[in-house]
Nanobody
Framework: QVLLVESGGGSVQAGGSLRLSCEASGYIHNSDCMAWFRQAPGKEREGVARLVVGGRSTYYADSVKGRFTISRDNAKNTLYLQMNTLKPEDTAVYYC????????????????????WGQGTQVNVSS
């Protein structure tokens, strides 16, 4: 069992930056995938950024490439999402996920591909 707790959300003007954190409690295997998803009102949850825990592979949605960076501090068992040049369309609840199900794809897996989820943190970007 893995418990994920997000923090760092808030309100910012367009062009600003935020860093989200996701502190994990419990064992996360080096072969696992951790990801950030987001869900805006009335929309489906979408994958934003992902990484393989024990590797160097990272994956980003086209909408955030060049602006967001996913990283992990293994010593702190914490996942981060650095968000720069924020846009109003980035407004959403951001969720941390881990526990890629057997056969799932770290690069392409959707919501159903992950077992463990945090409670979410709200990000509001005003124009």
């Amino acid at each position: 069992q893995v418990l994920l707790v997000e923090s760092g959300g808030g309100s910012v003007q367009a062009g600003g930056s935020l860093r989200l954190s996701c502190e994990a409690s419990g064992y996360i295997h080096n072969s696992d995938c951790m990801a950030w998803f987001r869900q805006a009102p009335g929309k489906e949850r979408e994958g934003v950024a992902r990484l393989v825990v024990g590797g160097r592979s990272t994956y980003y949605a086209d909408s955030v490439k060049g602006r967001f960076t996913i990283s992990r501090d293994n010593a702190k068992n914490t996942l981060y999402l650095q968000m720069n040049t924020l846009k109003p369309e980035d407004t959403a609840v951001y969720y941390c996920a881990s526990g890629l199900r057997y056969g799932g794809s770290c690069r392409l897996g959707g919501e159903a591909a992950f077992t463990f989820w945090g409670q979410g943190t709200q990000v509001n970007v005003s124009s």
